[in-house]
């Protein structure tokens, strides 16, 4: 799976934040983009689904939230359930 | 309590993750810690198919048959079997379903317990990591995998009455909203009815060895883990480390 988000199309951005879901953590040029366009740039490289609540902290993110420099966002992976 | 002290270890759910951690575990205490006590719960059977997976010397009630096993090559730690399902507190019917044995959790666990919830659903690890809350002192494991290659584990703890780290279901809405059902909550038809998936032997034992390492270092070196939760890829090859601690991460467990 190709997890650079490079050759993805590129909304507005003026800063780098660093982006977490499940195994994945990269610094990423998302700062002045909403939730919701990390989201759909990053939902077919990470598979991070609709249902995915986005955190900064133990603050919740609504979709329309616009990431700042520096933040570390972290859409929450559903954890592994069977054993 | 002294780190050194002999512990007491509880083991809910001896299948494809518990089997494996059950051999670590009882390594552990058995050199580690003597005179420990490691008790291992589930209501379920092996069965023929879950050999590909699971080992067990024969067929029959997972806990006791696991027990049955340890109990012969580790004679300083006491091992006891508990064949019965863990339900909440609030279930009705726990003494009168002979068939289906139960016990609650907060009947099973207390103070200072270690406690390893590697059941298959997330409707009994909430009932496991409920019960905990309500205690001061209490160390709770969890792991889980999906049918391929990706697992994860999470470490519960309190202290003096205080959570050291976050109970998951402030970060896992799973835990509150169960896509699943507790099988010690089902009428045995439906439970026989259960598909047990295609889990994979290699994320099993991971997920294992993942919770082994955890509790090496917040229990045996008695230092608080920056990785509360660990998220892990054996296809990719990768694994990530979150922190879910509530309280200042240079603090050393007293």
């Known amino acids: ?83 | 309590m002294n780190n050194l002290d002999p512990k007491r270890f509880i083991l809910v759910g001896a299948g494809g993750i518990g089997n494996w951690l059950a051999a670590g575990l009882v390594r552990l205490l058995e050199w580690k810690y003597p005179g420990s006590g490691l008790i291992i719960v589930d209501g379920d059977n092996y069965e023929e198919k879950n050999r590909e997976r699971q080992e067990f010397i024969k067929l029959g009630n997972k806990a006791v048959v696991k027990a049955t096993e340890l109990v012969a090559h580790f004679p300083n730690t006491t091992i006891i079997p508990i064949p019965k399902w863990v339900v909440s507190d609030d279930f009705g019917g726990v003494a009168s379903d002979e068939n289906t044995p139960k016990i609650t959790a907060t009947q099973l666990i207390a103070e200072n317990d270690v406690v390893f919830a590697v059941v298959d659903n997330f409707a009994a690890r909430k009932i496991i990591f409920d019960a905990a809350a309500k205690l001061d002192n209490i160390d709770v494991f969890t792991g889980g995998n999906d049918d391929d290659l990706f697992g994860s584990i999470y470490h519960y703890q309190k202290r003096d009455g205080v959570e050291i780290t976050a109970h998951p279901a402030e970060f896992h809405p799973e835990y509150n909203f169960p896509p699943d059902k507790n099988p010690g909550e089902m009428s045995c038809q439906d439970r026989a009815e259960i598909e047990g998936g295609t889990q994979l032997l290699a994320t099993n034992m991971a997920v294992a060895a993942f919770i082994l390492g955890r509790v090496q270092k917040t229990i045996v070196n008695n230092q608080i883990s920056e990785e509360t939760e660990i998220f892990f890829d054996l296809g990719l090859g990768k694994s990530e480390p979150y922190n879910r601690n509530n309280v200042n991460e240079s603090l050393t467990v007293q």
């Open chain 1, 1 to 83: 799976m190709d997890t650079n988000s490079s050759s993805a199309q590129q909304p507005r951005a003026n800063g780098m934040a660093n982006l977490r879901y499940g195994v994945y953590n990269q610094p990423s040029n998302i700062a002045g983009k909403t939730v919701a366009e990390v989201r759909s740039q990053f939902s077919k490289i990470w598979g991070i689904p609709n249902d995915a609540v986005a955190y900064c902290g133990k603050d919740k993110m609504d979709e329309n939230s616009v990431i700042q420099p520096g933040q570390n966002i972290e859409f929450h992976r559903r954890a592994g359930e069977k054993g």
